[in-house]
T-cell receptor, first 114, second 112 residues
Framework: GAGVSQSPSNKVTEKGKDVELRCDPI?????LYWYRQSLGQGLEFLIY????????KSGLPSDRFSAERTGGSVSTLTIQRTQQEDSAVYLC????????????FGEGSWLTVV | RKEVEQDPGPFNVPEGATVAFNCTYS??????FFWYRQDCRKEPKLLMS???SGNEDGRFTAQLNRASQYISLLIRDSKLSDSATYLC?????????????FGKGTTLSVSS
């Protein structure tokens, strides 16, 4: 479809393993956001990409978390040495630009660390 | 003071009721404002943008008061299908660029 696409939709991993989550934003959208939401909690900002500018990484909770955006389109969020507290849904969103346009969310990647 | 604050609720109302949610924001330089709706275990979806002049979409009315730094959402004639969490979203420019700040949401439960 034409929406934000995320994969995998569900991931169960063992504690200590690395995981990669992928986000394919809406075509033409220059702004891309990653958020995390634990069960019953609000959205927690992780990282924001805008065009070719340096990303805003201020929300990444630890150095185990990193993200990149290749070619201004697809983004990958990597979590190294996963911990049980990393279990959450990871939501990606995109907008046409970063300045006031509607933000569209993907369906999320549900991560469970066991 | 939190950047975006909402009453978490829950608001439990009967069908047909009118219910209002408020949201306050701390950064007076905030540029854009939105209400998103999030169903249980689903992603947030845009309900409506909030304009300075106020705007209405069917049973939903959004208003912005820049002087008092609050945003409101009014739902008239509540339906069972309105049961969800309503997220107040504020877009602000800061040193790092654009910051999209979400409130923690207000939960609405409409019963028959």
């Amino acid at each position: 479809g034409a929406g934000v696409s995320q994969s995998p939709s569900n991931k169960v991993t063992e504690k200590g393993k690395d995981v990669e989550l992928r986000c394919d934003p809406i075509s033409g959208h220059t702004a891309l956001y990653w958020y995390r939401q634990s069960l019953g909690q609000g959205l927690e900002f992780l990282i924001y990409f805008q065009g070719n500018s340096a990303p805003d990484k201020s929300g990444l909770p630890s150095d185990r978390f990193s993200a990149e955006r290749t070619g201004g389109s697809v983004s990958t969020l990597t979590i190294q040495r996963t911990q049980q507290e990393d279990s959450a849904v990871y939501l990606c969103a995109s907008s046409l630009t970063g300045s006031g346009n509607t933000i569209y969310f993907g369906e999320g990647s549900w991560l469970t660390v066991v | 003071r939190k950047e975006v604050e909402q009453d978490p609720g829950p608001f439990n109302v009967p069908e047909g009721a009118t219910v209002a949610f408020n949201c306050t924001y701390s950064n007076s330089a905030s540029q854009s404002f939105f209400w998103y709706r999030q169903d249980c275990r689903k992603e947030p979806k845009l309900l409506m943008s909030v304009y300075s002049s106020g705007n209405e979409d069917g049973r939903f009315t959004a208003q912005l008061n820049r002087a008092s730094q609050y945003i409101s959402l009014l739902i008239r004639d509540s339906k069972l299908s309105d049961s969800a969490t309503y997220l107040c979203v504020v877009l602000t420019f800061n040193q790092a660029g654009t910051a999209l700040i979400f409130g923690k949401g207000t939960t609405l439960s409409v019963s028959s």
